[in-house]
């Protein structure tokens, strides 16, 4: 029980006491943060929140990789007759079935699955003939070419905008300033991906002609597909930030520091951003994973050589073994997100190990 209450007491970063810790002083800003993850990782509720955690996170993983087994005797026809095409010999098909291990039966296939899967291997494309996972280590780097930009770009202005409209806008100030930004981040947020794709290209690549429309070349051609990416979950983010800046500007031991004059940038960046970057975080690990699906989108609208358009082009000529590993690699790592945004929740707030959840 002593250990929750130091815990609570380090949410007050402006130094004032908190209930349960009488006569102590909280620390601030990055030692308090600092302290606040070594009392979570040395405490005795830590094991049990990473072995919850963890177990999800293998229980996920084992549905992912069933539902992509699945994925190709679910589909309807015969996946190797698809891919082939209507007139291919029966012999040639037969063979290709065999190569593919789909003439034997399905526990097998299963557990044949299962071992090459945990010695990365991914089978072998059916139009290419070239291995998945040889396809898919050539195409993922130029999606992360375009993912760690992204998500750069939104951390530095989703949340610097989220905290600057809730300190103008605070107490019922700037009205017409809360209504712009309500309105503009709104629009912004429910924007498809590919429409403001479409958008971009149509008025900075074929109007003004500022950047390639489309391809992978030089910096130039990176700035539209990275932008298309970036619009839409910095505006939601900067709209959870400022909600959640709101309400911890209106916490007493932000009245405190104020009422100590403290420079604003302590006030702010001290004191305000450690306590908001919880709930901030979590929406923030959603935003992550839905930026995964918006790059198959914004691969294809400017033909980018990613796993976004790799995995379209291997729905449309039917090639299922390389839809299989693009499936596996984009669910792994949604999945491989959220468990660590889960950590990283676990560490600024030391209390989340304590729920059940």
Request: proline share 6%.
């Amino acid at each position: 029980m002593a250990r929750v209450e130091i815990a609570n007491v380090g949410v007050d970063p402006a130094g004032s006491a908190a209930p349960g810790g009488a006569g102590r002083t909280a620390p601030v800003g990055a030692v308090a943060a600092l302290r606040r993850a070594v009392a979570t990782l040395t405490g005795d509720t830590w094991p049990g929140f990473l072995a919850r955690r963890t177990g999800r996170l293998v229980v996920s993983l084992g549905v992912v990789v069933t539902a992509s087994f699945a994925m190709i005797h679910l589909i309807p026809g015969d996946p190797v007759r698809g891919a082939l095409g209507l007139a291919a010999d029966p012999a040639q098909v037969a063979a290709r079935r065999h190569d593919l291990g789909l003439d034997q039966p399905l526990p097998e296939q299963y557990g044949a699955f299962l071992a090459n899967l945990f010695h990365g291997r991914l089978g072998d494309s059916i139009v290419s003939q070239m291995p998945v996972s040889q396809i898919i280590s050539d195409r993922l780097p130029a999606t992360l070419q375009l993912v760690i930009p992204a998500v750069l770009l939104i951390l530095l202005v989703g949340i610097p905008i989220g905290m600057l409209a809730a300190v103008l806008t605070r107490d019922g100030r700037r009205r017409r300033g809360e209504l712009a930004f309500a309105a503009t981040t709104g629009v912004l947020a429910a924007l498809p991906e590919f429409l403001l794709a479409v958008g971009l290209v149509a008025v900075f690549a074929v109007w003004w002609q500022l950047f390639p429309v489309a391809g992978q070349s030089d910096l130039s051609s990176y700035v539209l597909p990275v932008l298309s990416l970036t619009v839409v979950p910095a505006a939601s983010l900067s709209r959870v930030v400022r909600v959640e800046a709101l309400r911890v500007l209106r916490e007493d031991y932000m009245r405190t520091a104020r009422a100590k004059r403290l420079p604003a940038r302590l006030v702010y960046l001290r004191h305000a951003l450690p306590n908001l970057l919880t709930s901030s975080l979590t929406i923030g690990g959603l935003l992550f994973t839905s930026l995964l699906a918006g790059t198959v989108l914004v691969e294809n609208v400017f033909a980018w050589p990613g796993l976004g358009s790799t995995i379209v082009q291997a729905i449309t000529t039917k090639d299922y073994p390389l839809v299989q590993g693009v499936v596996l690699v984009y669910g792994a790592a949604a999945l491989l997100i959220t468990f660590a945004v889960d950590v990283a929740v676990a560490l600024i707030d030391p209390r989340s190990t304590v729920r059940g959840n």
